[in-house]
């Protein structure tokens, strides 16, 4: 084998030598996984994470919004703040295994970037990196704010404010659009961005849009998660060694999403996997609704187990669980390759 | 050392010799002042600095069991290679390393997978270290591990018979013609040996090359198969000619029969490996090419017995040196030992053929008439002995 496989590296300190065992108890309780009954060995990743290090935790990722700070303007239209610097980080994206990524704050995906229809949105990138980066946004936004060319693409050391009105409401991303695109997006450089619908503005749907419009009572009862479906290229030839849902692969399999039956499931979906064409999320023992963008109100898919994005594709997804009995539901890639290189999760019903 | 430096200012007689020795440690010392100045003084480290580590690894060995494969890598690289995660046939798999999945430089470590492999088909690995780095390994055919049944080792021993000695004997039985033959065939015989045995160095060495190509690369199995091959001639010609005067006879024919058992330990170790590997069906194919091929043997062990009378126990024994180490080489092969050791012992098989070649050739060559032994005669008997032996090798 070629001594020219070179690889940008970890620091090896603590990284635990053979397997251990606390995952590996939480898989032996997902008694629903068929496959550990009648087959040796198990599909899986050997060891844990080290989420300090990594400075995030899947389970953070899946349910933190960055609402960021709000002020009102001299019209009396909430102006909506961000900072978001990008740095080089080095992340353990599946256990003993280290990405040299490029990250917004810190963490892969980004911050999910939350606020308002209408809104007017201010997002103050310092490039902090070693190469050029941007913010391009997947919005109705001008030419000079979409991070492509001149002042919008930031420089090394440099910063930039990215200003756009909130619109359309939906689910969204955002990711650095320099040069090389496809390896400045696989390094790590996405995020979502969710623009709630403004209720005052769709008073035919008033409670569709007021249960997504986040602090009001109808959207209270909602339990909400973010999941950015990604791939990791480690050996950097275009294939990607790991999948996941927020980078860390099988972390919501050895740890199930726990969610009470009562209460109805949103997943703000985007697919930013690179190199494969499509990516998709199919859910075990129910259906759902499915709209795609999310700049629709009504769902633009009724009643199916499975969504196909492209790549850069995004859409809600909304489920009901309150009629089924409690247990472990898997959900999954159903790329089958995706699913057993780390795209594998699990909701953990509950019986509340 | 300060003994020596002693004895040189205390005793000038023995000091000339003792001094000799001390100026022998002068390169020695340069040496070291060099390393020191390297490895404390750090001149090299803004080279790597930011020098992502080199990372190898090589699968030595694999070995399926009902509902497992059992992997032997070993590691070379800058530091430690950390074997991180495994995947077979595309998915991440539960694994434990023993003694550990960090591997130092040119250290083995064994990995088990449980895994529900599928007789006869064909299952792939990738190994990601714990930097992103990706090491793949094909079982092209999946079976069983042989076990250590004494069916299973009686029907090793059969195939090594089969493969060598049995063979070997075979060609043997062509004495007393080669006896009977008028004298001016010997030239031809010889010649004719000379060309079965460059046949089976090319094809030795080039097996030695071949398999050297799957280890470390800092091993040099490559180089290995050079040096121990010139190694070996070398101390043949040597232990052969100790008496002063070249072997010839009886005592050249052993020479023969124990490069060519060389080669055929080499040979067993390629159709051990073939039934480990899981080409089975092809066993019966193979032995039937391989026993057709190693007739020829026979024949060169006997081209220099025409002037002597052995009795029937040399014989066996000639055919017992040539023969048998087919067996041992078919077992080993069998349990998956590392191209490291496959290639040196292709070497010293090929240093073995190659001093024999020397010697029939310098017999030839002493007995030939004046005008030299490059007649037509000879030539064509050379050319027919690597014909005999690439036509039958066809058969493999």
């Known amino acids: 084998m070629p001594a020219t496989r070179r690889q940008a590296f970890a620091a090896l300190a603590g990284i635990s030598g053979a397997a251990p065992l606390a995952a590996r108890q939480a898989i032996a309780q997902a008694s629903s996984r068929s496959e550990a009954a009648h087959e040796p060995g198990a599909n899986k990743v050997v060891g844990l994470v080290d989420h300090e290090a990594n400075g995030f935790t899947p389970h953070e990722l899946l349910t933190e919004f960055d609402y960021g700070d709000t002020s009102t303007s001299p019209d009396g239209r909430t102006v909506r703040e961000w900072t978001v610097t990008a740095v080089d980080k080095e992340i353990e994206i599946a256990p003993g295994v280290f990405f040299p990524a490029w990250t917004y704050q810190g963490r892969v995906p980004g911050p999910a970037l939350r606020c308002v229809e209408g809104e007017r949105l201010k997002i103050h990138f310092v490039n902090a990196g070693s190469h050029a980066h941007s913010i391009h946004l997947h919005s109705i936004h001008a030419a000079s704010m979409d991070g492509v060319s001149g002042p919008s693409l930031v420089e090394p050391g440099t910063n930039f404010t990215y200003e756009i009105d909130a619109v359309p409401f939906g689910c969204h991303l955002y990711h650095c659009h320099a040069l090389p695109l496809k390896r400045h997006i696989h390094k790590g450089l996405y995020g979502a961005l969710i623009i709630d619908p403004d209720p005052a503005r769709h008073p035919n749907n008033l409670a569709a849009a007021q249960g997504r419009r986040h602090g009001t009572a109808e959207h209270g009862r909602w339990q909400e998660f973010v999941m950015v479906m990604n791939g990791f290229d480690t050996n950097f030839d275009e294939e990607n060694e790991f999948y996941a849902a927020n980078s860390i692969a099988f972390a919501y399999a050895n740890e199930p999403i726990r969610v009470a039956r009562s209460r109805p499931i949103r997943i703000y979906l985007v697919n930013v996997t690179e190199f494969d064409l499509v990516n998709s999320l199919h859910l075990h023992g129910n259906f759902y609704d499915y709209y795609d963008h999310g700049t629709t109100l009504t769902p633009t898919l009724q009643m199916v187990d499975t969504v196909m994005q492209c790549q850069g594709q995004r859409g809600i997804i909304e489920i009901d669980f309150s009629r089924h009995e409690p247990g472990l539901y898997m959900f999954h890639a159903h790329q089958s390759e995706f699913a057993e290189l780390g795209w594998m999760s699990f909701f953990d019903v509950t019986d509340a | ?396």
């Open chain 2, 1 to 396: 050392m300060s003994d020596g430096t002693e004895e040189v200012i205390t005793r000038p007689s023995g000091g000339r010799f003792h001094g000799r020795w001390l100026w022998l440690a002068l390169p020695f010392l340069g040496l070291a002042a060099i390393l020191a100045v390297i490895l404390i003084g750090r001149p090299l480290e803004q080279l790597s600095a930011s020098a992502p580590p080199v990372e190898e690894l090589s699968v030595d060995a694999v070995t399926l069991t009902p509902g497992l494969i059992s992997l032997s890598v070993q590691a070379d690289g800058s530091s430690p290679v950390t074997v991180a995660q495994i995947q077979v046939d595309g998915a991440y798999r539960d694994f434990t390393a023993e003694p550990s999945n960090e591997i130092g430089r040119l250290d083995v470590a064994t990995f088990d997978i449980p895994y529900p492999w599928v007789e006869g088909e064909t299952h792939h690995l990738v190994m990601v270290t714990a930097s992103g780095a990706t090491f793949e390994h094909t079982i092209d055919v999946a079976v069983a591990e042989l076990s250590a049944s004494s069916a299973a080792i009686g029907q090793m021993i059969l195939v090594g018979l089969f493969l060598g000695f049995a063979p070997v004997a075979a060609g043997l039985l062509a004495y007393p013609a080669m006896r009977g033959a008028p004298e001016g065939t010997m030239g031809f015989m010889f010649a004719l040996t000379i060309g079965l045995l460059g046949y089976l160095f090319v094809d030795t060495l080039s097996e030695g090359l071949e398999v050297a190509e799957g280890a470390l690369g800092r091993l040099r199995a490559g180089s290995l198969v050079w040096v121990s091959m010139a190694a070996t001639t070398m101390l043949l010609i040597a232990i052969g000619r100790r008496g002063g005067r070249p072997p010839e006879g009886l005592a050249l024919a052993a020479f023969i029969a124990f490069g060519i058992g060389v080669h055929n330990f080499g040979e067993g170790l390629a159709v051990g490996a073939a039934l480990g590997a899981g080409a089975a069906a092809l066993a019966t194919f193979l032995v039937v090419g391989f026993a057709i091929h190693n007739v020829s043997e026979g024949f060169a062990i006997a081209a220099p017995l025409t002037d002597e009378e052995p009795g029937l126990l040399t014989f066996a024994g000639l055919a017992a040196l040539a023969g048998l180490p087919a067996v041992p080489g078919v077992m080993l092969g069998a349990t998956a030992i590392s191209p490291y050791w496959t290639a040196l012992c292709f070497g010293i098989g090929a240093g073995a053929i190659l001093q024999v070649i020397i010697e029939v050739g310098a017999m030839l060559i002493r007995r030939s008439p004046p005008r030299g032994a490059m007649t037509v005669v000879n030539l064509l008997g050379g050319t027919l002995g690597l014909a005999i032996m690439y036509g039958t090798a066809l058969l493999v």
